[in-house]
């Protein structure tokens, strides 16, 4: 059974912090991760693919990385309207794993 | 404007079926590959199916393989999932999401879901 590790599972920073998310596939070194955010209420919304391509319209605060097996997510600046869940998802091949998500709140 | 609307949620008993659809609109429907996505009360994404942009390909995620079937209708621009054999697991927020290519299965775009309850 393939694994999307997570973590951490929520955080709190002040608005201005450098915020990382970090992900890691129990199976696999492909290169394929996708980001996603979720606002509270409202659908999820795809912001980062191919674990480094910011999808178009999305603020150049996000940024996605990949060292080794780890993948992170990095918002280099938080802002109130960055307040949402973040999942991360593998894409290699099916499954299509999700992560388990991490709340990101400002403090 | 790219729009997805999904359709067909309903309360339904345990061991029951259900058709859920998701209406497809401002994009070439056959270019792209499509997706289903769940989410429980609650808790976070879950990744049901996905199927490619000619139908050929077809995914499932183990726990509905045998039990849901996903197809689309180019003709008509619609996805489609066959449920059946419901549990109280599969109780949740179905979205369908639009793939970024014929074959790519990241999620571009997403409808506004449609509720399955299954009671027991």
């Known amino acids: 059974d393939i694994q999307v590790t997570q973590s951490p599972s929520s955080l709190s920073a002040s608005v201005g912090d450098r915020v990382t998310i970090t992900c890691r596939p129990s199976q696999g070194s492909s290169i394929y991760l996708a980001w996603y955010q979720q606002k509270p209420g409202k659908v999820p919304k795809l912001l980062i693919y191919d674990a480094t391509t910011l999808q178009s319209g999305v603020p150049s605060r996000f940024s996605g990385s990949r060292s080794g097996t780890d993948f992170t997510l990095t918002i280099s600046s938080l802002q109130p309207e960055d307040v949402a869940t973040y999942y991360c998802?593998?894409?290699?091949?099916?499954?299509?794993?999700f992560g388990g998500g991490t709340k990101v709140e400002i403090k | 404007e790219v729009q997805l609307m999904e359709s067909g949620g309903s309360l339904v008993q345990s061991g029951g079926s259900l058709r859920l659809s998701c209406a497809a609109s401002?994009?070439?429907?056959?270019?792209?590959?499509m997706n289903w996505v769940r989410q429980a009360p609650r808790k976070g994404l879950e990744w049901v199916s996905s199927i490619g942009g000619d139908g050929v390909y077809t995914y499932y995620t183990d726990s509905v393989k045998g039990r849901f079937t996903i197809s689309r209708d180019n003709s008509e621009s619609t996805l489609y999932l066959q449920m059946s054999s419901l549990s109280a697991e599969d109780t949740a927020v179905y979205y369908c999401a639009k793939g970024l290519g014929t074959e790519s299965y990241y999620m571009e775009v997403w409808g506004k879901g449609t509720t399955v309850t299954v009671s027991s």
């Open positions: 998802q593998r894409y290699h091949s099916a499954p299509l794993t």
């Open positions: 401002g994009f070439t429907f056959s270019n792209y590959a």
